[in-house]
């Protein structure tokens, strides 16, 4: 059994069935790679050029991946699209208490997903990057949403 969480961004185009069951054919979790970044120290740059919060947040964002020694390009996802299976050790991940008080204090998951990941020493082959755009691909139609 496998879910999948799209969030308001995106709809399907069609039937999902077949390409999610692929995707978790020999994983846990399925995300499509970041479209821009591969490292959350680069994203919390773009955050802040790009004004999604400002450099005093992005300084304690940096500073708690610092401080745990997070390393550098250890792989970024697009969050809008999470599927996973529902009896495996994904749910650790989805239901980390740390992901949400990060999320709480700095609010991009994009940034703590992989530190979560990185953190509960989950494996990382069973994480399945999907290498397409989450903005333009042939499952998901996107649509721009507010900040």
Known sequence: MW?????GSLSPKGPILE?????LAKADIALFRHPHRSCAYAE???????KKFDPDVATKA???LLLAGFPKDFGLWACGMLARR???NSLQIF???IWWEMVREVPRDQIWLPY????????M???????????NNKWFTFRRHGK
Request: charged share 25%; aromatic share 8%.
């Open 3 to 7: 879910s999948v969480y799209l969030d």
């Open 19 to 23: 390409t999610v069951e692929g995707w």
């Open 44 to 50: 919390i740059d773009a955050c802040v050029k790009r």
């Open 62 to 64: 940096r500073s708690h």
């Open 86 to 88: 529902t009896h495996c």
């Open 95 to 97: 239901a980390a208490p």
């Open 116 to 123: 979560v990941l990185w953190k509960i020493k989950h494996s």
């Open 125 to 135: 082959d069973r994480v399945h990057t999907i290498d397409a755009d989450i903005y």
